[in-house]
């Protein structure tokens, strides 16, 4: 059965084999790139694979080499809405938010997906390194490439209209087909850092957007240790930049009190949480877990996997995601995503919302704490 597929095509490697492999199997395939910006240098510059004006240029040339239609598409007005504001938001509200996961939630699956399927188009592929297997989303086989976590927001019905061409192979073996395939891109760089912070200087970024706003950083306890210049320029877990020189021992974020504008920072030991609550829960590979289901769940990009009790109950403001982990983790962000497994395949997701530490977990952290004392 033909499809007729819109490619999404960032200007990267991945997108381009992607967009190949969609027209070799004899698919109807238009390719698109997304421009993000209305004033482009405000933005990164140079060939990154994703989102700068060198990106779109190679998105042409790659898909001149496939022998596809391309087009560009403005999206500024949405990113910008949907993205960038919601960065800045979130830092704001004391979040970690994930402007990468966003994007592809609000902008790639959202936006792109309702222009192409109102145009006609039957389905978009993109060039993510994940599965998809029978309706559900599941890892890459290359575990260091897998992006299931950031895709893990997306509704089943836009799985239903999405294709990953590249959840079968490695990166390398990505790179070596665009070569036979001559496609300029082979050796492109991966990109990693955000495309609307140019420079790279995140608290530079929001405090121009947010402004100063000095207030104390304080212990477990209340006892101011120091000041800082805005609470939005932390995130759960930081160490570095605390300017608490001279302190006697390492000191993390433990919490961000943007109403109050307090930051609290503590030992290490005192990140480690058990139980978080997720809002927004989104079920693309189940039925809401309405009882407490063994699972797994990852909690950052590319982060840790840790075996849970998983399950949705009510609250005041709708449905919620109650996460209760095996073992504890540690600086768990509010503001980010948890994404539930079964196995290698994507359940469902919420927005982490909160955090807390059981008598479960303190009773554990105080036992590793007295051997802790008992080696030295």
Not at 267 to 291: H, K, M, N, Q, Y
Request: hydrophobic letters at 35%.
């Amino acid at each position: 059965m033909t499809l007729r597929v819109l490619a999404a095509m960032s200007g990267g490697v991945d997108s381009a084999v992607a967009a190949a492999r969609v027209a070799e199997a004899g698919h109807d395939v238009t390719g698109v790139h997304l421009a993000l910006s209305k004033n482009p240098q405000s933005y990164r510059t140079g060939a990154r694979g994703c989102c700068t004006v060198e990106d779109s240029h190679d998105a042409r040339r790659a898909a001149d080499v496939i022998g596809i239609p391309y087009y560009v598409w403005d999206m500024s007005e949405e990113f910008d809405r949907e993205v960038v504001q919601d960065f800045v938001a979130e830092y704001e509200a004391g979040n970690t938010p994930n402007p990468c996961l966003r994007c592809n939630e609000k902008i790639k699956f959202e936006a792109v997906l309702d222009r192409a399927v109102a145009l006609g188009f039957d389905a978009v592929a993109t060039g993510h390194h994940v599965r998809k297997v029978d309706g559900r989303l599941v890892r890459s086989v290359d575990e260091d490439k897998d992006q299931s976590y950031v895709l893990g927001v997306l509704t089943a019905d836009q799985l239903e209209h999405a294709m990953f061409p590249l959840g079968d192979c490695t990166k390398d073996e990505v790179r070596a087909e665009a070569d036979r395939r001559g496609l300029s891109v082979a050796d492109k760089p991966d990109s990693h850092d955000i495309c609307f912070i140019a420079d790279g200087d995140t608290k530079g970024f929001l405090n121009e957007r947010i402004g100063a706003r000095p207030g104390p950083i304080q212990d477990e306890d209340g006892k101011v240790l120091g000041t800082h210049d805005g609470s939005h320029t932390f995130t759960v877990g930081q160490r570095k930049g605390l300017g608490l020189g001279g302190a006697p021992d390492p000191r993390y974020v433990l919490s961000i009190e943007p109403v109050e504008n307090t930051v609290t920072v503590g030992p290490r030991e005192s990140l480690r949480v058990d139980e978080i609550t997720g809002v927004r829960p989104v079920w693309s590979g189940s039925a809401p877990l309405a009882e407490p289901t063994e699972c797994h769940v990852q909690l950052r990009a590319h982060g840790e996997v840790y075996p849970a009790r998983v399950w949705q109950r009510e609250a005041e403001e709708g449905p919620e995601l109650f996460v209760r982990l095996a073992e504890p983790a540690k600086g768990v962000a509010s503001g980010q995503a948890v994404v539930v497994y079964d196995d290698d395949t994507v359940l469902g997701s919420a927005t982490i919302a909160g955090t807390a530490r059981s008598e479960r977990a303190e009773s554990a952290g105080s036992a590793g704490a007295a051997e802790a004392v008992q080696s030295v």
